[in-house]
């Protein structure tokens, strides 16, 4: 941080001033005049914490994305099939069992075990071939999607909300002061503010898990060489097997998520998969704080967009994703 | 020699006969939204057309019709792309397509494309498609949005008392023709319409949408429809909306109000307005309910159909009966057919219905309320039947010409 004001004055200074900026607007009472010019603070707040609950989500879908390709340089154009099977299969277990958290623990354990026989049955035999594995996983995402299709048919679903996650919370953010002088409160969807913490508490331990531990060192040092790593004695294939089971898992999770507070119909996977290549790509490949900027940066910009440029919303993503390109290709946060 | 030719003459005899008795066919393509946000609208749509088929029979005089089916996703580009595939591909001559109200502006263009085909409109709604610059061969069995919409002004303004509403739609021509229909009607009232939201077909995050949605208004309009009024609703519901709402057609619909999961009880009370009623007593309707229900096991269908199932039934109907009419002729470029279809008057479930001049129907519409059964389903109940709706809403066609065509921002909210 220190190093990064001393190298970059400039931009530390604009940084803050936005960071003060969005701390006024989301703090203050704002004045009539604001207030007539950009709409009510009530809705601005919500789209704020929308668009960061949204990137919660697509930091689940992206972070296992982001995963595979950093350590095996596998390209898994087939992590949207994952997310959609995720959540159909927890969508029956939770209509089956009612268990909400049961449903989470399934959809993770099958999928991780999809993710199992994809790299044994299919990435092992294309190690290092980037063009045959992209064709291969869209292909079978075809595959995939009409299988599901065939199962699950056309119709949507939705995993039922635990009854005690349904409605709205006060959160102790004032939108605004009635004539009487009674502070009025930010009212918000429980349900979301629970899956935004839940993937905080996935993204730092997944962070402390590469970053802390000896399995993480071993993913770290595979991702830098894996020659050498396998040289020096570590069953790396066991390891490339985990870290797809994990990644495949986590996209199962984002599938119950997003069958949550979203639904399941097919053509969800091609949208998460798009959605999570533009987080990667913004964020950098291969990096789980990137995946996390990139996936808040993505759902801020969804949602600020749909509610304050409705027309143009679809643009906005696609615009970052193309200024991230230009001017910083390897992405905001990658390390290299 | 002469054996030979005893035996090409005895071959060909048997292969002449061969072909008397194997039955003509006529072939006609019909299009669905079996993909995308419209599915389960496209599916029920589906099942309407096999319930006037299992009524009607797929005899046409000696003739036996043919129904090649193919899948859109409420794109008018995917419509297209379907229509061509069925005409190039398998030879249709007729067309009952499409589902959705872009799809229906596109296939109306693309008709004048073949004018010798006959193309029967199966449930789109978009004003435009047969008010602008219609296609001759282009036939719409089904009232337009705006069409469906009428009473429900009026009946939000003077029995419901509302006086101040917004809207909140999916961001195209059907939806556009529904909110015109409405905002017309309401603040002819003397109703005040103070905001309107568009939303991208296929928006599967409402939550911001929700969060603007003013509070100073006495109802919401929600014009919505498949997966979007789903996602839409069961958002409201996490977010604790408590507004009262006002439903399009195909939100107050048995699509989303046989849907699963509790979100769709926000919508006990609501009023809306629809080419159909799910109560309503008529015996041609409850024959077309029992007919439905009756075509498919329990689980496999709603309740009761929908208002696609409803359109795809009529149409359906109109086609074979016109087609029984000139006994299956298709010569001379369809003549004879696309005369008796734009001649026929159908008996439809949902009351009678005729063509215009532009080969748009006029027929009846309903006021209706969500109400639950008791037993946790829901059903829109009839408040009032208006027959005799007109494509121009019962204005005088030079008064409505200058109204404009549905937008975003079309009609201004004043009196016509």
Same mark, same amino acid.
């Given at each position: 941080?220190?190093?990064?004001?001393?190298?970059?004055?400039?931009?530390?200074?604009?940084?803050?001033?936005?960071?003060?900026?969005?701390?006024?607007?989301?703090?203050?009472?704002?004045?009539?005049?604001?207030?007539?010019?950009?709409?009510?603070?009530?809705?601005?707040?919500?789209?704020?914490?929308?668009?960061?609950?949204?990137?919660?989500?697509?930091?689940?879908?992206?972070?296992?994305?982001?995963?595979?390709?950093?350590?095996?340089?596998?390209?898994?154009?087939?992590?949207?099939?994952?997310?959609?099977?995720?959540?159909?299969?927890?969508?029956?277990?939770?209509?089956?069992?009612?268990?909400?958290?049961?449903?989470?623990?399934?959809?993770?354990?099958?999928?991780?075990?999809?993710?199992?026989?994809?790299?044994?049955?299919?990435?092992?035999?294309?190690?290092?071939?980037?063009?045959?594995?992209?064709? !291969?996983?869209?292909?079978?995402?075809?595959?995939?999607?009409?299988?599901?299709?065939?199962?699950?048919?056309?119709?949507?679903?939705?995993?039922?909300?635990?009854?005690?996650?349904?409605?709205? !919370?006060?959160?102790?953010?004032?939108?605004?002061?009635?004539?009487?002088?009674?502070?009025?409160?930010?009212?918000?969807?429980?349900?979301?503010?629970?899956?935004?913490?839940?993937?905080?508490?996935?993204?730092?331990?997944?962070?402390?898990?590469?970053?802390?531990?000896?399995?993480?060192?071993?993913?770290?040092?595979?991702?830098?060489?894996?020659?050498?790593?396998?040289?020096?004695?570590?069953?790396?294939?066991?390891?490339? !097997?985990?870290?797809?089971?994990?990644?495949?898992?986590?996209?199962?999770?984002?599938?119950?998520?997003?069958?949550?507070?979203?639904?399941?119909?097919?053509?969800?996977?091609?949208r998460f998969l798009l959605a999570s290549l533009v987080v990667v790509i913004v964020g950098g490949m291969g990096s789980i704080p990137g995946a996390a900027l990139g996936a808040v940066i993505i759902g801020l910009a969804e949602q600020l967009g749909s509610v304050y440029i409705?027309?143009?919303?679809?643009?906005?993503?696609?615009?970052?994703?193309?200024?991230?390109?230009?001017?910083?290709?390897?992405?905001?946060?990658?390390?290299? | 020699?002469?054996?030979?030719?005893?035996?090409?003459?005895?071959?060909?005899?048997?292969?002449?006969?061969?072909?008397?008795?194997?039955?003509?066919?006529?072939?006609?393509?019909?299009?669905?939204?079996?993909?995308?946000?419209?599915?389960?609208?496209?599916?029920?749509?589906?099942?309407?057309?096999?319930? $006037?088929?299992?009524?009607?029979?797929?005899?046409?005089?000696?003739?036996?019709?043919?129904?090649?089916?193919?899948?859109?996703?409420?794109?008018?580009?995917?419509?297209?792309?379907?229509?061509?595939?069925?005409?190039?591909?398998?030879?249709?001559?007729?067309?009952?397509?499409?589902?959705?109200?872009?799809?229906?502006? $596109?296939?109306?263009?693309?008709?004048?494309?073949?004018?010798?085909?006959?193309?029967?409109? $199966?449930?789109?709604?978009?004003?435009?498609?047969?008010?602008?610059?219609?296609?001759?061969?282009?036939?719409?069995?089904?009232?337009?949005?705006?069409?469906?919409?009428?009473?429900?002004?009026?009946?939000?303004?003077?029995?419901?008392?509302?006086?101040?509403?917004?809207?909140?739609?999916?961001?195209?021509?059907?939806?556009?023709?529904?909110?015109?229909?409405?905002?017309?009607?309401?603040?002819?009232?003397?109703?005040?319409?103070?905001?309107?939201?568009?939303?991208?077909?296929?928006?599967?995050?409402?939550?911001?949408?929700?969060?603007?949605?003013?509070?100073?208004?006495?109802?919401?309009?929600?014009?919505?429809?498949? $997966?979007?009024?789903?996602?839409?609703?069961?958002?409201?519901?996490?977010?604790?909306?408590?507004?009262?709402?006002?439903?399009?057609?195909?939100?107050?619909?048995?699509?989303?109000?046989?849907?699963?999961?509790?979100?769709?009880?926000?919508?006990?009370?609501?009023?809306?307005?629809?080419?159909?009623?799910?109560?309503?007593?008529?015996?041609?309707?409850?024959?077309?309910?029992?007919?439905?229900?009756?075509?498919?096991?329990?689980?496999?269908?709603?309740?009761?159909?929908?208002?696609?199932?409803?359109?795809?039934?009529?149409?359906?109907?109109?086609?074979?009966?016109?087609?029984?009419?000139?006994?299956?002729?298709?010569?001379?470029?369809?003549?004879?057919?696309?005369?008796?279809?734009?001649?026929?008057?159908?008996?439809?479930?949902?009351?009678?219905?005729?063509?215009?001049?532009?080969?748009?129907?006029?027929?009846?519409?309903?006021?209706?309320?969500?109400?639950?059964?008791?037993?946790?389903?829901?059903?829109?109940?009839?408040?009032?039947?208006?027959?005799?709706?007109?494509?121009?809403?019962?204005?005088?066609?030079?008064?409505?010409?200058?109204?404009?065509?549905?937008?975003?921002?079309?009609?201004?909210?004043?009196?016509?």
């Amino acid at each position: 941080m220190a190093r990064f004001i001393e190298r970059h004055p400039v931009w530390a200074l604009i940084v803050i001033i936005a960071v003060a900026v969005l701390a006024w607007l989301v703090f203050a009472i704002w004045p009539p005049g604001l207030e007539a010019a950009i709409g009510r603070k009530r809705v601005f707040l919500n789209a704020v914490l929308n668009g960061i609950t949204l990137g919660g989500l697509y930091f689940l879908v992206a972070s296992g994305f982001t995963l595979i390709f950093g350590l095996m340089r596998n390209v898994n154009l087939a992590h949207g099939s994952l997310y959609l099977f995720g959540g159909y299969v927890g969508y029956a277990v939770s209509t089956w069992t009612g268990s909400w958290i049961l449903s989470f623990i399934v959809a993770f354990v099958a999928v991780a075990l999809v993710g199992v026989i994809l790299q044994l049955a299919v990435f092992r035999r294309m190690e290092g071939q980037d063009l045959r594995q992209t064709m !291969v996983t869209i292909g079978l995402s075809i595959v995939f999607a009409d299988l599901m299709l065939w199962v699950f048919g056309g119709d949507f679903y939705q995993v039922q909300t635990p009854t005690w996650l349904i409605g709205p !919370v006060q959160l102790p953010l004032l939108t605004a002061i009635k004539s009487s002088g009674e502070p009025v409160y930010l009212q918000y969807p429980l349900v979301r503010l629970v899956i935004f913490a839940a993937s905080v508490v996935i993204g730092i331990a997944m962070w402390l898990a590469l970053n802390r531990t000896r399995i993480g060192m071993i993913v770290r040092a595979g991702v830098d060489d894996r020659d050498i790593l396998a040289a020096t004695g570590v069953r790396i294939q066991l390891v490339f !097997v985990l870290v797809f089971a994990l990644g495949a898992g986590l996209a199962g999770i984002a599938g119950v998520v997003g069958g949550t507070f979203q639904s399941l119909s097919p053509g969800e996977d091609t949208r998460f998969l798009l959605a999570s290549l533009v987080v990667v790509i913004v964020g950098g490949m291969g990096s789980i704080p990137g995946a996390a900027l990139g996936a808040v940066i993505i759902g801020l910009a969804e949602q600020l967009g749909s509610v304050y440029i409705p027309t143009y919303a679809i643009v906005v993503t696609f615009l970052i994703m193309v200024l991230v390109l230009a001017l910083r290709p390897q992405g905001l946060l990658a390390r290299r | 020699m002469l054996k030979s030719s005893l035996g090409l003459i005895a071959l060909s005899s048997l292969l002449l006969s061969g072909t008397a008795f194997a039955q003509e066919k006529i072939k006609v393509g019909v299009t669905a939204t079996l993909e995308g946000t419209y599915t389960v609208l496209g599916e029920d749509g589906m099942r309407g057309h096999q319930t $006037a088929l299992n009524v009607l029979g797929k005899k046409v005089g000696d003739k036996e019709l043919e129904f090649i089916v193919a899948s859109t996703d409420a794109t008018p580009d995917s419509a297209v792309r379907a229509v061509r595939k069925l005409i190039e591909q398998d030879k249709v001559q007729i067309l009952l397509s499409p589902l959705s109200g872009d799809e229906g502006i $596109a296939v109306k263009n693309f008709a004048k494309t073949h004018p010798e085909l006959t193309f029967v409109n $199966a449930a789109s709604g978009a004003q435009e498609t047969t008010y602008v610059d219609p296609a001759p061969n282009f036939f719409r069995y089904n009232m337009d949005g705006a069409q469906w919409q009428v009473g429900l002004g009026k009946y939000a303004y003077e029995t419901k008392g509302y006086r101040k509403i917004a809207t909140v739609g999916e961001d195209y021509s059907f939806i556009y023709t529904q909110v015109f229909g409405l905002v017309l009607e309401f603040c002819g009232a003397g109703g005040q319409v103070t905001n309107r939201q568009w939303v991208p077909l296929g928006t599967k995050d409402f939550a911001s949408v929700i969060a603007a949605l003013p509070d100073d208004v006495d109802a919401i309009y929600l014009g919505l429809g498949g $997966a979007d009024a789903v996602n839409f609703l069961n958002q409201y519901q996490q977010a604790g909306g408590k507004a009262h709402l006002m439903g399009g057609s195909i939100m107050i619909d048995q699509t989303i109000l046989s849907s699963k999961g509790s979100a769709k009880n926000a919508l006990i009370g609501t009023i809306a307005a629809s080419g159909q009623a799910d109560t309503w007593e008529d015996p041609g309707w409850q024959k077309f309910v029992k007919a439905y229900q009756d075509s498919f096991p329990e689980n496999k269908r709603f309740p009761s159909p929908s208002l696609l199932a409803t359109n795809y039934y009529g149409s359906t109907m109109a086609l074979i009966l016109a087609l029984r009419q000139v006994n299956g002729d298709l010569s001379n470029n369809q003549a004879k057919l696309k005369d008796a279809l734009a001649k026929i008057e159908i008996d439809a479930p949902n009351g009678k219905i005729k063509l215009d001049a532009n080969r748009q129907a006029i027929g009846t519409n309903f006021v209706t309320e969500v109400v639950d059964d008791g037993k946790g389903a829901l059903f829109s109940k009839v408040v009032k039947v208006i027959p005799n709706v007109n494509q121009t809403l019962g204005y005088d066609p030079a008064v409505f010409a200058k109204i404009g065509l549905p937008s975003r921002t079309v009609p201004e909210c004043k009196k016509y």
